[in-house]
């Protein structure tokens, strides 16, 4: 069976050495390799389903959309380097889904100088959303409002000794906060607040600091096998805390890293369940997915799928033979974009926020159930 990471790996190797034959040009860096590979290559796989069915049918106004797609295996160094090859060198017409919240900020410069919209970036930093980024184009909603509502749930059943780990980064900071606001709603404060080092956590001092207060949730805001590593350290010292995590790691890799230490953690979601035959958006992907032989879908995979159809529009809306510029105003011009079940998209000159929508899954039987 094909899946969709396995897809978007071939796709990114095929890519690197294409670009002089594309007519759209479309660049994103990401970590295709590293401690967010999974999740990565799981929304490069949902944006295919899009791009390439758009491709099949005669491209846009008669243009193939060629995504080129760098590696940046997670670092923000080389993710700037990227954009620059990508944007300078290759001179691409929009940028795609980068991946991390510093990696966004550290090519947002890029973008400002050489006026490229960046579509969809895969983290949902309340910094790219206020003060307005004036080239930065947002599909999914922020972490501030998935960390609240996290906070919210376990409050609201009873919880009251809840630890917040959280890495070191912008991304984390931003997270944390909008964790805070949550505590402050509900008139309470955190048992703890343990920070993290991004790329080399050290669990020997986090998790005693966890234990300390006998935690009975925790809510863990870091990447990748930054949460399943702290995770299993967690549970191997005999903690059996109700652990959140965000959606950037509703990913079906996020889920087989964790093996059985994933019964029972909860992941906030930014899209409907890829379960939902029935919502529109999801059915319109699956439909895709069974055409090239995939049977299953992951949220993550969702928000690829999603992103690519804001791009696609964006694209239309530019006409033919596009400018960077009119893509820029094309996206602004979008109001009310349905991509499905209600799912609407609307950008303006002052608001480049993309969805609201918050929900809540938990992992049982190695599936995300709603």
């Known amino acids: ?12 190797l095929a890519t690197a050495s294409l670009g002089a034959s594309a007519q759209l040009l479309i660049g994103q860096t990401a970590g295709i390799s590293g401690p967010v590979a999974d999740s990565v290559n799981e929304t490069i796989g949902g944006a295919k389903l899009v791009i390439d069915s758009v491709n099949a049918q005669g491209g846009i106004y008669g243009e193939q959309i060629e995504v080129i797609r760098m ?9 700037a380097d990227n954009a620059r090859v990508l944007i300078e060198d290759r001179k691409v017409l929009a940028f795609f889904m980068s991946r991390g919240t510093p990696h966004t900020q550290a090519i947002i410069p890029l973008l400002d100088k050489n006026g490229v919209a960046l579509i969809g970036p895969s983290t949902g930093a309340m910094v790219l959303h206020k ?23 376990l409050t609201t059943v009873g919880i009251d000794r809840i630890a917040v780990v959280h890495v070191t980064d912008s991304f984390g900071l931003d ?33 005693p600091k966890l234990t300390a207060v006998n935690a009975q949730a925790v809510i863990w805001l870091g990447s990748g096998t930054a949460v399943t590593d702290g995770i299993k350290a967690l549970r191997k010292a005999g903690s059996a805390a109700q652990v959140v995590t965000l959606s950037n790691n509703a990913s079906g890799g996020f889920i087989k890293e964790l093996g059985t230490d994933g019964r029972g ?9 890829a379960r939902s035959i029935a919502h529109p958006m999801v059915a319109e992907a699956l439909a895709l997915a069974r055409a090239k032989g995939i049977t299953e879908m992951s949220p993550v995979a969702l928000e690829g799928f999603a992103s690519a159809k804001v791009l696609v529009e ?34 303006s000159p ?21």
């Not at 400018?323 to 011009?333: F, I, K």
Request: with cysteine; hydrophobic share 40%; aromatic share 8%.
């Open 265 to 273: 953690v909860i992941v906030t979601q930014v899209f409907p369940s």
């Open 1 to 12: 069976m094909t899946d969709l990471r396995s897809l978007c790996i071939v796709a990114a």
């Open 175 to 207: 997270a944390l906060e909008g964790a805070m606001n949550g505590f402050k709603k509900a008139k309470t404060q955190p048992a703890v607040v343990v920070p993290s080092d991004r790329s080399k956590p050290n669990y020997a001092e986090i998790v």
């Open 350 to 370: 002052q608001d480049h926020s993309g969805l609201e929508f918050a929900d809540l899954s938990i992992i049982s039987d190695g599936k995300f159930r709603r």
């Open 71 to 79: 590696d940046d295996g997670f670092d923000v160094k080389r993710a």
């Open 314 to 347: 964006a694209l239309k809306r530019a006409g033919p033979k596009p400018t960077r510029a009119r893509v820029v105003a094309a996206l602004e011009s979008i109001n009310g974009l349905d991509l499905g079940g209600g799912m609407d998209v609307s950008y």
């Open 131 to 153: 003060p307005l980024q004036k080239y930065v184009f947002n599909v999914r909603p922020t972490y501030q409002r998935e960390a609240e509502k996290a906070v919210q749930h």
